[in-house]
């Protein structure tokens, strides 16, 4: 399995971004899926998550602004970020969780003020 993250960069405070994540060799059209990120000196933190059947859950600190969704015909999950804040400047990973669980190799989020 790997999960390749995307569409990371650099925007301006109350800007949105579109990150996605593309699964390949899985079975990730039924398996939950996840975005953690990781700023600068902090521990990883999750964000959201979106269950086999698409139930959606996300961080109080994320709620409101960001969506995550699914394409189950695409193996792909998406990170809608809307309203960005500087402190949501970060590297974001996708996960999926499970027995044998996968990293997304990162992409950078960067938020200026």
């Known amino acids: 399995v790997q999960l390749q993250a995307s569409g990371g960069g650099l925007v301006q405070a109350g800007g949105s971004l579109r990150l996605s994540c593309a699964a390949s060799?899985?079975?990730?059209?039924?398996?939950?899926m996840e975005w953690y990120r990781q700023a600068p000196g902090k521990q990883r933190e999750w964000v959201a998550g979106?269950?086999?059947?698409?139930?959606?859950n996300y961080v109080d600190s994320v709620k409101g602004r960001f969506t995550i969704s699914r394409d189950n015909a695409e193996n792909t999950v998406y990170l809608q970020m809307n309203s960005l804040k500087p402190e949501d400047t970060a590297v974001y990973y996708c996960?999926?969780?499970?027995?044998?669980?996968?990293w997304g190799q990162g992409t950078l989020v960067t938020v200026s003020s």
């Open positions: 996960y999926q969780p499970g027995i044998k669980a996968y």
């Open positions: 060799g899985s079975t990730s059209s039924i398996s939950a």
């Open positions: 979106i269950s086999r059947s698409g139930s959606t």
